[in-house]
Every structure is written in structure tokens, then in C-alpha cells.
């Protein structure tokens, strides 16, 4: 078997690849998801929308097949109230808000938890005041951990060998996915404070994000 590019460089240490936690994270920088007033407002067509969250999402794909929206997705959307329906089968900014933040989302809670976030959300005005603050909140989010990764950003010419590396990669992916967890937890036991319907928030919290 042929060696492949760059094979002698990665097999010591896994870590000098460039999908590297800390690479994946550097890249956050320039794909970061656009602004609402630089979504497509003329009205797209279902693929037109499927190539666009499908690049807007790419960051959240775990490999390069990964779908996280695809037509039936959006049809079943739609049917359980997570979108509204479409316009003469074109889709506005409001669906596109609504779309990626339920694609980013789906891979950490249920659809039903992630219709409690987003079904207020339908009108033009809601979905884009929903799809900035989520925005804000994913930057914040990353920034946090781009500061975590670095604190423990290392690199083959720190003398680590595989072994002490496959460690260190071990005990930051352990912290990371218990910190996940509870703040899911957390997402979670807070979804559950709402009505039946979603809409009212149990009385002594404090929901103002202004």
C-alpha cells in the first residue's frame, strides 16, 4: 500500500492533523453563519434552501455525508409547527432563521424540545430577534471554548509521545462532554418549565435578555 500525503507527519501524533479540535475551531472564525439581514429575502426555491442551510450548517456536520436538513426534514417541519408554511413553494427569511437554528440545534435536543424554542417564532420580526440572539449566543459560545482548546492546545513539538497524547486528548474531550451534558441537562429541566403549550414561562424567572 502507497503512503499517503502527509502520513508520516500524522501518524506519531494524531494531533498535528488538521482536523484538530483546535483547527476546527480556528476555522469558526471565517464560516461563521450569516446575519440576518444577509439572508436571501427574494424567495427561494426547496433546493435553493437545501444548498444554502447545507453550506450554512457545514460547521456542524461531523463528516462530509452528514444531512442535517433535507426536503422531508422540511415538510415534516412544517407539519409539526416548527415552520410556517411555505409561500407559492418559496421560503423567506423567516423559514431560512428558523431552519438553521433548528438544524444547529437538533444534534442536542429533541424536535419537541426544539419546537418549545422556536414555534413563538413564526412571524418575520420573532424569527429574526430569535435567529440574532442565537447568533450572539453561538459566538459567545465558541469563543468560550476556543479559550478552552487553547489552554490546552499542544502540538508534536512539545515532546509529548502518542501515548501522553492520546491522554491529554482524552481528559479535554471528557471535559467537554460532561460540561455538554449538563448544560443539555440544564436546556433540558428549564424546557420543562414551560406550559403545555410552550408559551408561558413558570413565574420566578427571569427571561429578560435585553
Known amino acids: 500500500m502507497s503512503e499517503?500525503?502527509?502520513?508520516?507527519?500524522?501518524?506519531?501524533?494524531?494531533?498535528?492533523?488538521?482536523?484538530?479540535?483546535?483547527?476546527?475551531?480556528?476555522?469558526?472564525?471565517?464560516?461563521?453563519?450569516?446575519?440576518?439581514?444577509?439572508?436571501?429575502?427574494?424567495g427561494l426555491y426547496m433546493d435553493q434552501v437545501l444548498t444554502l442551510v447545507d453550506r450554512q450548517l457545514a460547521f456542524y456536520r461531523r463528516g462530509e455525508d452528514?444531512?442535517?436538513?433535507t426536503s422531508a426534514m422540511v415538510?415534516?417541519?412544517?407539519?409539526?409547527?416548527?415552520?410556517?408554511?411555505?409561500?407559492?413553494?418559496?421560503?423567506?427569511?423567516?423559514?431560512l432563521a428558523?431552519?438553521?437554528?433548528?438544524?444547529?440545534?437538533?444534534?442536542?435536543?429533541?424536535?419537541?424540545?426544539?419546537?418549545r424554542?422556536?414555534?413563538s417564532s413564526q412571524t418575520p420580526d420573532a424569527a429574526r430577534r430569535l435567529y440574532s440572539r442565537f447568533l450572539d449566543l453561538q459566538r459567545d459560545a465558541m469563543r468560550e471554548t476556543a479559550d478552552l482548546i487553547e489552554q490546552a492546545r499542544?502540538?508534536?513539538?512539545?515532546?509529548?509521545?502518542?501515548?501522553?497524547?492520546?491522554e491529554k486528548l482524552r481528559m479535554l474531550s471528557l471535559e467537554?462532554?460532561?460540561?455538554a451534558r449538563t448544560r443539555v441537562l440544564a436546556?433540558?429541566?428549564?424546557?420543562?418549565m414551560l406550559d403545555v403549550a410552550g408559551t408561558e414561562v413558570v413565574p420566578g424567572i427571569n427571561t429578560d435578555q435585553s
Open 187 to 192: 436546556a433540558q429541566k428549564v424546557l420543562d
Open 154 to 166: 499542544f502540538t508534536e513539538t512539545d515532546g509529548l509521545d502518542p501515548e501522553q497524547t492520546s
Open 75 to 95: 415538510n415534516n417541519y412544517i407539519k409539526d409547527g416548527l415552520l410556517p408554511r411555505a409561500e407559492a413553494k418559496k421560503y423567506t427569511p423567516a423559514h
Open 4 to 42: 499517503s500525503r502527509g502520513s508520516r507527519k500524522r501518524a506519531p501524533q494524531p494531533i498535528a492533523d488538521r482536523t484538530t479540535p483546535a483547527d476546527w475551531l480556528d476555522g469558526f472564525a471565517t464560516s461563521d453563519m450569516t446575519e440576518w439581514e444577509r439572508l436571501p429575502d427574494i
Open 117 to 119: 424554542i422556536v414555534s
Open 98 to 115: 428558523l431552519l438553521l437554528v433548528t438544524g444547529a440545534l437538533k444534534q442536542v435536543l429533541s424536535i419537541p424540545d426544539i419546537k
Open 176 to 179: 467537554l462532554v460532561v460540561e
Open 66 to 69: 452528514d444531512k442535517l436538513v
